[in-house]
């Protein structure tokens, strides 16, 4: 059984980087898509980014700010977050859906996803 777990919240002020890791166990990461997640109190789940064999996409608000990568080596997905704004503090969450086949395009769909980890929570200051 996939189990997630996530780290490297924490608390920055805006225009500062985090990175955050989704560790993996029980399964290879490598034959699931992830996606991160953030969602603040009173407010619905936002998907952020995903990964898949090949293929990653974001949503326009952290293009080219943020970057998800994997270490199939330490079975890790992480996302890269720089010139945080006040708007990113949220609970970030990762996910993941699959085994799915090579080359499989990711989808940022909620729903899809089936593992998920704990969360970690994220603040920016202004």
């Known amino acids: 059984q996939l189990q997630l777990v996530e780290s490297g919240g924490g608390s920055v002020q805006a225009g500062g980087s985090l990175r955050l890791s989704c560790a993996a166990s029980g399964s290879t990461l490598d034959n699931y898509a992830v996606g991160w997640f953030r969602q603040t109190p009173g407010k619905e789940r936002q998907e952020i980014s995903c990964?898949?064999?090949?293929?990653?996409n974001y949503i326009d608000s952290v293009k080219g700010r943020f970057t998800i990568s994997r270490d199939s080596a330490k079975n890790t997905v992480y996302l890269q977050m720089n010139g945080l704004r006040p708007e990113d503090t949220a609970e970030y969450y990762c996910?993941?859906?699959?085994?799915?086949?090579?080359?499989?395009?990711?989808?940022?769909?909620?729903?899809?996803?089936?593992?998920w980890g704990q969360g970690t929570q994220v603040t920016v200051s202004s």
């Open positions: 990964i898949s064999s090949g293929f990653s």
């Open positions: 996910a993941a859906y699959g085994p799915i086949v090579s080359g499989a395009i990711c989808v940022m769909r909620g729903y899809e996803y089936d593992h």
